[in-house]
């Protein structure tokens, strides 16, 4: 913009140099009448032949002003679309889109009639040219010579301006053929070291300048830009797969290590309970003194207890209903099991999700039983009400009571405070969901989960 503004007050200040050049013209034409003695009618002919020359000259000038300052205006018009164009590409934007906009909008912003971006691939040596616009099929074949300019350029990393390309040593034949006339090359350099080129051609005589190039070159960088943060985008997306890939295995393991522990649970602690409480209740029929009765008595009710806690701690670790019934029908049975004498009051919505793997379908339940396991915990509610819906390609769960509440800062869930929901934030994020947790004090607690289908 700066450069625009110098530019426009150079052409300014240029036409009032024609203008005192013109008076100046004028007054030496009139001292030379004056000393040549010549008549009046020679006077005025010569006055009006030098006037009419006068005019012409400034007429052309203006003329010529006028073009450089419609170019001028022009070519910043040319400038604010390439930038807000450009300005459209963020981060997340795909690279091939990204190069694909950045090669047509360069090539507008010049007035080209076509162009390309080319890569170079330190393995192999070469030129790759993935990205064309507006280039005739019959030339893309034709885009990777070793020594041509493109690889020049990559090498000088120096742009260049070439408006003789029929006749340039280094031109490419099939190009020149097909009518490039003109070419302006920018090197796309990065902190890694130069990563190709950007070209642009016109296939008319009109050349191309310097200001032409370092356009071209402004895109170039932003292209180095883009280049660089695809690369990271895609080490960081290597290695969310990776941990994601980690976390799954993780999941997976425990639920399969909750089976084993169940199992075993079942086969040996739960089992010697069971005899025991056979053989308390054998003893308590072969005595009959008191005292000694008491105590099986205790000791049979303890049993029983123990016997009720593994039952509960079995349903916790492993729920059968959800690998026989699907995850909808569990969800009403994990319901039915852990509020049977109908307070809190609970009002369940479940869909069918038939297209859900195995493991989010495991890791839902366990997060719903976690919640529903915190409410009869903690929570003191008349009111529950649980929604596992389809929403936009995503799992909508959310868990709401109007019990006591708590005063909830998500900056300090830890396990100490909140081991439930820390539980609940973890599995909804290893499974690629976000959770938000809201809270107050006496107004209860509302969980919501998004996770996605696929």
Known sequence: MERKEKALENLKSLRWGVVFLTLFLVSLIEVYFYLRGATLIEHLIDFGIAIILILVITEFTFRKITACQSEILQKESSLKQLLSSLNNLTPTTPLSEAMKISVKKATEAINGDAGCIGTFDKKTKQIVYLYAYNLPQNLTQHLSPKNGLVSEVIKEEKGVVVNDYPNHPKRVKEFAKAGVKTLVIAPIISREGCLGAIGIMRFTNEPFSESDLEIVQAVANLNAFLFENARFFEKWQNEMHRKESIARKALIDIENERKLLAAEIHDTILQSLIALKQRVIIAKRKLHKGKEKSCLEELSNLTEEAITTVHSLLSRTTFPLLEDLGLKQAIHALADSLFKNGSPKVKIEV????????????????????????????????????????????????????????????????????????????????????????????????????????
């Open 351 to 454: 869909e069918e999700f038939p297209e859900l793997d195995d493991l989010k379908e495991v890791n839902i339940f366990r997060i719903t039983q976690e919640a529903l396991q915190n409410i009869r915990q903690h929570a003191y509610a008349n009111n529950v009400s649980l929604t596992l819906r389809k929403v936009n390609g995503h799992i909508e769960l959310i868990v709401e009571d109007d019990g006591k509440g708590f005063r909830f800062d998500p900056e300090f869930l830890s396990l100490k405070n909140h081991p439930g929901l820390l539980m609940i934030k973890e599995r909804v994020q290893l499974i690629g969901g976000e959770v938000k947790i809201t809270s107050q004090k006496n107004k209860g607690t509302k969980i919501k989960a998004l996770i996605p289908i696929k």
